[in-house]
């Protein structure tokens, strides 16, 4: 790549207070990676979680809305369309490993200008070579695409306590219970009963992130027993609820 004019810039994020973006797009990609604090980022076909040790990438000209609930810090770099091609044209989460993050680091605090030095060139290419090989995960929330089903999420996300069982949530749709199962898992590719189980976890993880005690987390997710949401949290994240929140409001994951 040219040492001369950046085809990456960005810039170093540090808010205190709870944050909301409505839905926008970039011309650019996005590599977003957050350090401590959680960032909930949701498109119309999906919803992810960013927290810290791991990055998402959103394409170019990717619809989407952002929000954190308490204060977050970390990084957030564009990358010029021309640039992306060898990448998917649809968002991903990947690991933030510490040579990633800290070159990110360093990169959203010197590759703006006009201009770049051979050394934030090379910083620049290094960065790059990391993110293509890092590992990717594939956790995320898909939402449905019909009406029908997106008034059962919408009410769902509002609330994800809500106690309605399977066929009131199938009324609601206007539909039976056999076909309320089958189309919402032909638009989700997901069980109903088990898109609601991640939903109530992302929703824990972004309360615990922000330092909600264990047990009003569970409560207000919709758990009554406290032992069957650590049982449910670390069989989705790997860490119990208590770990998740301290990791959470550290600078790193181990």
Avoid at 20 to 37: K, V, Y
Avoid at 146 to 157: G, H, K, P
Avoid at 170 to 181: I, K, Q, T, Y
Avoid at 208 to 220: M, Y
Wanted: aromatic fraction near 10%.
């Amino acid at each position: 790549m040219s040492d001369t004019w950046p085809w990456l810039f960005g810039k170093f994020l540090q808010q205190d207070t709870r944050r909301e973006t409505g839905r926008h797009s970039h011309a650019e990609g996005q590599i977003l990676g957050i350090e401590s604090g959680v960032m909930a980022i949701r498109g119309v076909t999906a919803y992810w979680l960013v927290g810290p040790g791991s990055v998402l990438w959103l394409p170019p000209g990717f619809r989407h809305e952002a929000r954190s609930h308490g204060a977050v810090a970390g990084w957030s770099l564009y990358v010029c369309s021309g640039q992306c091609s060898d990448l998917p044209q649809e968002p991903f989460l990947a690991e933030c490993t510490r040579l990633l993050g800290a070159q990110a680091e360093r990169l959203s605090q010197s590759a703006e200008g006009q201009r770049w030095s051979p050394r934030v060139a090379r910083l620049a290419d290094c960065f790059w070579d990391e993110f293509l090989s890092v590992p990717r995960r594939s956790a995320s929330l898909p939402f449905p695409q019909s009406a029908q089903l997106c008034r059962v999420t919408e009410a769902l996300c509002a609330n994800p306590a809500d106690p309605r069982e399977q066929k009131d949530w199938a009324s609601l749709a206007g539909l039976s219970v056999r076909s309320f199962v089958r189309h919402f898992r032909a638009e989700t590719h997901m069980p109903f009963s088990s898109w609601k189980q991640r939903l109530r976890i992302l929703n824990s993880q972004e309360r615990l992130a922000r330092g909600e005690p264990v047990t009003s987390v569970a409560l207000s997710v919709g758990y009554e027993s406290l032992g069957a949401f650590a049982e449910a949290f670390k069989k989705n994240t790997g860490l119990r609820p208590s770990e998740y929140g301290k990791r959470g409001r550290d600078r790193y994951l181990d």
